[in-house]
């Protein structure tokens, strides 16, 4: 109806939809953060890591890519954002999909069917809804016993959806500020954080030697990867519903940049 000047998160099932209306453009790109799960490990079954790995071995990554976002969206090397420049490791393994290994950690853990619930605000994220009920279907696939919960304010008391931006970049941006001492995880759904994990990250945002801090960053995401307080799925695809006359440009933080060197009108 020509009302609205900026619309945000358009599905990419509409990116066409879009940009076929006369006086209408989309702008996409991948973005500074990454839609993620966070387990409680003080929860029950979660308390065993070996259910916590299995669970995220089971979910196929590259398969909600495809079919949600029309493989727009990128499965992570790690927890760590391309932005990261020198400090961004091209080589550490993209999250595991394996299916026969998690069957395995479940049968060795102390894991005995109880239900766990995957906690979610209806349609808070891109695809989130969706993405839920899809890895839900995928743990049953292990034999764990989960079910999609909505509700008005997430508690973490189980499993949580969540998304991880990249505050600056740099590995203290992105893995320790948002996972690290002080952070919501530490004090909601990882409160048993190993002393390795704060160690390590402290020295890492104290240090300016380069080649330390990359041993430290990579050490930082393998404890990570190893503990398993949560999930990682995917780098979004985001797009942006622009009318025509308008010249701005999204920043891969999501940062709604106004100002004058980033906004015009030109009509």
Avoid: C
Avoid at 166 to 190: A, H, I, K
Avoid at 216 to 231: F, T
């Amino acid at each position: 109806t020509g009302e609205v000047d900026i619309i945000t998160q358009l599905p990419p099932d509409q990116i066409e939809t879009v940009k076929s209306q006369t006086g209408l453009k989309v702008i996409s790109k991948n973005i500074a953060n990454m839609h993620a799960l966070r387990f409680n490990t003080t929860f029950g079954p979660l308390k065993d890591k070996r259910v916590r790995q299995a669970l995220s071995l089971a979910i196929d990554r590259q398969l909600l890519a495809d079919t949600l976002w029309g493989g727009r969206a990128i499965v992570p090397n790690g927890h760590q954002y391309p932005e990261f420049g020198d400090m961004y490791f091209a080589d550490y393994p993209k999250e595991e999909y394996d299916l026969e290994k998690a069957k395995q950690l479940i049968a060795e853990s102390d894991y005995n069917g109880e239900l766990i619930n995957y906690e979610l605000r209806n349609g808070y994220y891109t695809f989130g809804n969706e993405a839920a009920e899809a890895i839900v279907d995928m743990w049953k696939e292990i034999g764990v016993n989960a079910q999609v919960k909505f509700v008005e304010k997430q508690t973490n008391t189980e499993i949580s959806n969540w998304s991880n931006s990249m505050r600056f970049p740099d590995p203290v941006g992105g893995l320790w500020l948002l996972w690290g001492e002080g952070s919501s995880p530490s004090v909601e759904n990882w409160t048993d954080m190993p002393q390795e994990f704060i160690d390590t990250g402290r020295r890492l945002a104290s240090i300016t030697d380069v080649e330390e801090r990359k041993t430290l960053a990579r050490k930082l995401m393998d404890i990570w990867k190893e503990e398993a307080p949560g999930a990682l799925l995917y780098y979004p695809f985001e797009s942006w519903g622009v009318r025509e006359g308008l010249e701005w440009e999204p920043y891969s933080s999501q940062t709604m940049d106004f100002r004058a060197d980033n906004f015009k009108v030109v009509e």
